[in-house]
T-cell receptor, first 115, second 115 residues
Framework: GAGVSQTPSNKVTEKGKYVELRCDPISGHTALYWYRQSLGQGPEFLIYFQGTGAADDSGLPNDRFFAVRPEGSVSTLKIQRTERGDSAMYLC?????FGQGETQYFGPGTRLLVL | AQKVTQAQTEISVVEKEDVTLDCVYETRDTTYYLFWYKQPPSGELVFLIRRNSFDEQNEISGRYSWNFQKSTSSFNFTITASQVVDSAVYFCALSGWGAGNKLTFGGGTRVLVKP
């Protein structure tokens, strides 16, 4: 079956602009996660959804970052007033349920470059 | 707090050599889960294995094997008879009961297999 998909694959924007990154999880997966990966580092957790609600948003770096999942499937990560430090790979993952220790399956990521 | 350390940043081997990747973790949880992911140059994280803290049996899958030792908080990964296609960055990750479902990743180990 289809895996996690993310669009766009690459996004170049200017400092101060608004961007939206989309994640389409594996069909039927109820849990969805966002991570950010800077060059040469491991991914860092941003936010996690159980269904439509954000169960844990402790990793969002500041209030410029926001994510939604209105129908419990597709999620959008929104970044306002982008800064050069936001440049990174943004990874989305999904898991079948939100049980502890569930395996997370990752998408190909969106590479964001803020000029 | 949870922490995962992958002390080796890069390993270079010649094809058919064995390579072992070290992973040391820290957690206060008695129930936790450990994972290994592979990230090829394309960028997508590929799931390799999941272990829970109560199962210390070593596991072998083809040319891959894993050694889990709770006494030393380590979960090492060995690739036997490496191939060029094994060239990638490998990440160890931890999900602790007390931290919800978020994964804490190590910094990754880049493996370069030369022909």
């Amino acid at each position: 079956g289809a895996g996690v998909s993310q669009t766009p694959s690459n996004k170049v924007t200017e400092k101060g602009k608004y961007v939206e990154l989309r994640c389409d999880p594996i069909s039927g997966h109820t849990a969805l996660y966002w991570y950010r990966q800077s060059l040469g580092q491991g991914p860092e957790f941003l936010i996690y959804f159980q269904g439509t609600g954000a169960a844990d948003d402790s990793g969002l770096p500041n209030d410029r970052f926001f994510a939604v999942r209105p129908e419990g499937s597709v999620s959008t990560l929104k970044i306002q007033r982008t800064e050069r430090g936001d440049s990174a790979m943004y990874l989305c993952a999904s898991s079948p349920t939100f049980g502890q220790g569930e395996t997370q399956y990752f998408g190909p990521g969106t590479r964001l470059l803020v000029l | 707090a949870q922490k995962v350390t992958q002390a080796q940043t890069e390993i270079s081997v010649v094809e058919k050599e064995d390579v072992t990747l070290d992973c040391v973790y820290e957690t206060r949880d008695t129930t936790y889960y450990l994972f290994w992911y592979k990230q090829p140059p394309s960028g997508e994280l590929v799931f390799l294995i999941r272990r829970n803290s109560f199962d210390e049996q070593n596991e072998i899958s083809g040319r891959y094997s894993w050694n889990f030792q709770k006494s030393t908080s380590s979960f090492n990964f060995t690739i036997t008879a490496s191939q060029v296609v094994d060239s990638a960055v490998y990440f160890c990750a931890l999900s602790g009961w007390g931290a919800g479902n978020k994964l804490t990743f190590g910094g990754g180990t880049r493996v370069l297999v030369k022909p």
